[in-house]
């Protein structure tokens, strides 16, 4: 009934140690992807640190309710935006997060589409925040 | 680390007994058993022992017994070869077949197959919340070209157990009563270790069952046919099995499944009343942890196989995180099916889907030990705490 025998150790590492898992207390961005019924929930949380009129990723937090590569996906992205510039952070595709993880069983490639909606969100809900 | 296989239903280990019983057939014994000479022979006798062996267990004679390739392709055999037979013999009538929604994926699928030919017409009977079908349910579903009921046994997910004989002893009144035949099969794959298996008693004319789920090795099985029902073979080549399936016979692993037929009849009583213990205690403790539910049948139930439903983790991820502890179990979520489908068991059942993802199941041996479970049920509470506490609060 599983394929978890097809997961890298990449995977593998970041399902036993989930890198930036929790949450951030006031965040300047927050975002949910997913729901109950189609299995995984991803939830993000930003904190944006702006200097010379730069933004840069400060820290970013997840919650995940899913599978490995629910989990692993969204640890992943985790480690690849923190302390990046906001607009690099906006550039990573789902593919890019396969492929940081030594890739993804193909039946698991839609965690590495939700991972990448939750960051484009997250991005989003702080651009919102900031304008308002 | 402690290693503690607790997916038994997926597979067993070969029992060492039955490892003994075939090395003689991997070493020096090696003959073909439909040649002439002493290699042939010695092949020959050791696969029609075996036959004896399996026939016993099943309350029949050897010659109704043929050997497969493994519970699958009994069922298939039994499903394609018996539908071809009877349009075989009327030409004009489109049959109608009987089972349930909470099969094994080897009928359901061919059962599908069938229907997708046009072949056939198929009735899936629904089943209540603790997966048991409805008699009265099954008799409002024969039709006058109804020709087969296949039911499993023991479900292999859940462990329900389905009430076979009296379904039996009703189609047989029924059969008898509107003066043509509707062929009964079951899918004992769950059961042969636990349960009954005589095929008169149970009142069936097809029986398949697997090696790799009772000690034996994978790639073998066997079908029961009862003496009269015919079908016409599905896979061409040779005079092997009473011309029912060409190739050259698995001798070694046949032998290896006469061995644990013996066994596991042998020792049915004493390991049923030791695993349905351990499972008692298995069930009563996984029960602890908060927002955990027991699937499938409270007591009509197999002793071996335990299901729940586990409420915000996810099925797979307690998987990994279990084998990382050292624990084999399984699960029917969504995320390990490959196919992104939860159980259709769970959703026979009427599991919503939100639960089903937290699908779960141990399934345990006459091998499985007190320890083990203790151990498991050291572990598990820790695995569910960890996920949960990853999850988004309040979705």
Redesign the interface.
């Known amino acids: ?4 025998g097809l ?1 890298s150790q990449k995977v ?1 590492d970041h ?2 140690r ?1 890198r930036n ?1 929790g949450e951030i207390k006031q965040p300047d961005g927050v975002a ?1 992807v997913g ?3 189609c ?5 993000l949380y930003l904190r944006v640190e702006k200097k010379k009129g730069r933004e840069r990723v400060k820290d970013i937090k997840f ?9 692993a996906t969204s640890s992943m992205i985790t480690t690849m935006v923190k302390g990046k510039l906001l607009t690099e952070a906006a550039k990573i595709t789902k593919q890019a997060v396969a492929e940081a993880l030594g890739g993804l ?1 193909a ?2 490639m ?1 965690c590495s589409l939700l991972a990448a909606e939750a960051l484009k969100k997250v991005i989003a809900d702080y651009h919102q925040k900031n304008r308002s | 680390m402690k290693k503690v296989y607790l997916d038994n239903a997926a597979t067993t280990p070969v029992d060492p007994e039955v490892l003994k019983a075939m090395l003689p057939y991997l070493k020096g014994s090696f003959g073909n058993p439909s040649s002439v000479h002493s290699w042939g022979q010695q092949a020959r006798r050791a696969i029609e022992k075996a036959r004896d062996q399996v026939a016993d267990v099943l309350g029949t004679k050897s010659r109704r017994i043929l050997f497969t390739s493994g519970a699958t392709e009994s069922i298939n055999f039994a499903h394609k070869g018996l539908i071809e037979a009877i349009i075989r013999k009327d030409k004009r009538l489109k049959p109608h077949i009987i089972t349930s929604s909470i099969e094994h994926k080897a009928v359901l699928e061919t059962c599908q197959h069938l229907e997708k030919k046009g072949l056939v017409e198929v009735t899936y009977l629904p089943v209540d919340k603790k997966s048991l079908i409805e008699i009265e349910e099954l008799e409002k579903a024969i039709r006058p070209e109804t020709v087969l009921v296949s039911l499993i046994y023991v479900n292999n997910e859940v462990g329900t157990i389905q009430p076979i004989k009296e379904i039996g002893q009703r189609l047989a009144e029924i059969s008898r009563k509107r003066k043509k035949k509707i062929y009964f099969h079951t899918d004992a794959t769950q059961a042969v270790q636990y349960l009954d298996c005589r095929v008169g008693w149970l009142g069936v004319d097809l029986l398949s069952l697997s090696g790799h789920k009772l000690y034996a090795p994978k790639g073998v099985g066997a079908l029961y046919i009862r003496q009269g029902t015919s079908l016409i073979r599905q896979q061409d080549g040779g005079g092997q099995e009473h011309r029912l399936r060409a190739g050259t016979e698995n001798v070694a692993s046949i032998v290896g499944l006469g061995r644990a037929m013996t066994l596991v009849s042998q020792h049915q009583a004493t390991n049923s009343k030791k695993v349905a213990r351990l499972k008692e205690k298995l069930v009563k403790g996984v029960l602890e942890i908060p927002k955990i539910e027991l699937t499938g049948h409270p007591y009509q139930s197999a002793p071996h196989i335990a299901s729940f439903v586990v409420q915000e983790a996810e099925g797979e991820a307690i998987l990994l995180r279990l084998s990382d502890q050292g624990v084999a179990a399984s699960s029917g979520s969504a995320c390990t099916s490959g196919l992104l489908q939860p159980s259709h068991v769970l959703m026979a059942m009427g599991v919503p889907v939100e639960k089903a993802h937290g699908s779960l199941r141990f399934s345990l041996s006459k091998n499985t030990t007190q320890k083990e479970v203790d151990y498991l049920l050291k572990v598990l509470p820790g695995v569910i705490k960890q996920l949960r506490a990853m999850a988004p609060k309040g979705v």
């Open positions: 009934m599983t394929d978890f997961y593998m399902v036993r989930p898992m949910t729901n109950r019924v299995g995984d929930i991803m939830k919650q995940t309710l899913g599978c490995g590569a629910a989990i069983p039946s698991k839609h």
